[in-house]
């Protein structure tokens, strides 16, 4: 496979979906056999499914963490810190998995536009920040309340509200020359429309994933394979 070269001019920014998870053993969303097929993402990722039932919100997320606390980085997280520990600032990593397999890895100029499996924060948004919660949840009663007296519900982004970080994301994606996709099916916006961003002001994008996503016309350069297989050894670092 042909290196993907990266000048001392360039910066990279790096957009990670489940994919790049699925070599750890936690299932993506849209596949045959993946999260959103034993799931309805009404009944469990909407302020709609909050609001009816906390109880199964919770249910879904303690699940979550119990599969994320046992999953382990795999060497496609641990080819992107190798990446960062190179480059430095010229890095940067936004990733939509709720997972903590990259900063396990070793990644820290990252951050997560739809929230952390491993906090919670108030229901009410009364502006206390989020809060480290690894607790698996088996009943509603367990869930603890703010001071404020709101519930603490999951730190996730649902369907309906608006990703986190963006305006550092917006940022970090105009001023890169090579953007990153990897394990993504560009099936969710705001998050699909980066490469599109990256692309008007001149950067390259590879995509790197088994499949082509749906946004794959828009990549300059698309590597077909698992990411725990082609992300260590891609790039050729000038
Ligand atoms: P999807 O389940 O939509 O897509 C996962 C992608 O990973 C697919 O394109 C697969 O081809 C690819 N893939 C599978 N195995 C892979 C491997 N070993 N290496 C690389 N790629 C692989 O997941 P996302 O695109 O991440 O949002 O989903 C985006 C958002 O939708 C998620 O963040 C989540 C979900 O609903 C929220 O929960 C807010």
Not at 120 to 129: A, D, F, I, K, N
């Amino acid at each position: 496979m042909a290196k993907i070269s990266i000048a001392s001019q360039d910066r990279v920014f790096v957009l990670t979906g489940a994919g790049i998870s699925a070599e750890s053993g936690l299932p993506t969303f849209r596949a045959s056999d993946g999260l959103w097929a034993g799931y309805r993402i009404e009944d469990v990722c909407t302020p709609e499914a909050w609001r009816r039932s906390p109880a199964g919100v919770w249910a879904f997320y303690s699940a979550r963490r119990e599969a994320g606390q046992k999953a382990k980085p795999n060497p496609a997280h641990f080819a992107l810190a190798e990446l960062e520990a190179k480059l430095g600032d010229r890095f940067f990593l936004c990733t939509q998995n709720v997972d903590d397999l990259h900063e396990r890895a070793g990644s820290a100029r990252l951050v997560h536009m739809h929230g952390e499996l491993a906090k919670s924060r108030c229901e009410r948004e009364c502006g206390r920040p989020p809060v480290e919660d690894h607790a698996i949840y088996r009943s509603l009663d367990e869930v603890g309340r703010c001071a404020c007296g709101g519930r603490m519900r999951p730190h996730i982004v649902f369907f309906g509200e608006v990703p986190l970080e963006m305006e550092r994301i917006q940022d970090e994606i105009h001023q890169s020359t090579l953007m990153l996709v990897v394990g993504t099916s560009g099936s969710v916006y705001p998050a699909a429309s980066f490469v599109h961003w990256a692309r008007q002001r001149g950067a390259r994008a590879v995509y790197v994933g088994p499949e082509e996503p749906l946004n794959a016309s828009a990549f300059t350069h698309v590597v077909e394979g698992k990411a725990g297989e082609a992300l260590p050894g891609l790039f050729e670092v000038e």
